[in-house]
């Protein structure tokens, strides 16, 4: 019944809103305080199409895990991300298949004359129950006039996302940060060197004694974290965001 209530109170606010000329303000209004944290549909699966204010992808973030497990704070807007007609929803499950290309759309809320950076990477590695190699860095463009991305400085080429058979549901996350200015030197790298990556890259030498070159891209692209790299080259606030499941499908 208090549902019910706060329903037709929305209602009431938008109609005496929308005869003000007030519409979009009133809708922005009902999202934020009314739909999202009392009816949840962010909640509801798939994501809700129409749910991208800041409080329901803060929300969705936090349901998966993303925050804490990549972000210590969610970003305030959705990116919008496509992969053909298929949109990614906040946590909605992809293919392997469906994902292997870059995506067709990427687009976000931009200032004039800013650059932005692109990350794009798996928290669960190797798997969701062992992200002891947290996390793997799958894309990464610097220096992005809007939203513009092949005018950007490609760091790492787009590797679609490849989980191992019996590794679970891994979180494939988007991510864009605005620069405080243009990045001219770029470590490939953000920089870490703790106990569990220099294991980890002992296997990895073991594992591919005779191509060094496979051996140093794994090397660089496991234990890396968006935050540490937007730390170590000065970008600025996280701006948006979005993420899709997959797992191991036979491809």
């Not at 409080?55 to 349901?63: D, G, R, S, T, W």
């Not at 549901?169 to 060197?193: C, E, M, S």
Request: proline residues 7%; contains cysteine; aromatic residues 10%.
């Amino acid at each position: 019944m208090m549902i019910l209530q706060y329903y037709l109170l929305a209602s009431i606010i938008f109609a005496s809103n929308l005869a003000q000329g007030q519409s979009i303000a009133a809708l922005d209004w009902i999202q934020d305080r009314i739909l999202c944290p009392l009816f949840e549909i962010c909640h509801q699966e798939p994501a809700h199409l129409t749910c991208t204010t800041s409080n329901c992808v803060a929300l969705k973030f936090i349901e998966f895990g993303i925050v804490p497990d990549v972000l210590q704070k969610a970003p305030p807007e959705m990116l919008k991300v496509q992969y053909g007609s298929k949109e990614v929803q906040l946590g909605n499950n992809m293919t392997v298949a469906e994902t292997t290309y870059m995506p067709t759309v990427l687009s976000w809320t931009t200032e004039p004359n800013m650059l932005y950076t692109l990350m794009f990477s798996d928290p669960d590695a190797p798997s969701d129950q062992d992200a002891s190699a947290r996390s793997a860095r799958h894309w990464l463009v610097t220096n992005i006039p809007g939203i513009d991305i092949a005018r950007g400085n490609t760091i790492r080429p787009y590797f679609g996302p490849g989980p191992p058979a019996g590794s679970g549901f891994h979180r494939y996350n988007f991510l864009v940060y605005k620069q405080n200015g243009r990045i001219t030197a770029t470590d490939a790298t953000d920089g870490y060197n703790g106990p569990d990556k220099v294991r980890t890259c002992q296997l990895i030498d073991e594992a591919f004694p005779n191509d060094p070159m496979r051996a140093a891209r794994l090397k660089d692209n496991l234990h890396w974290s968006p935050e540490r790299f937007a730390a170590k080259n000065g970008l600025g606030e996280l701006v948006a965001g979005n993420f899709f499941r997959a797992q191991f499908d036979g491809i």
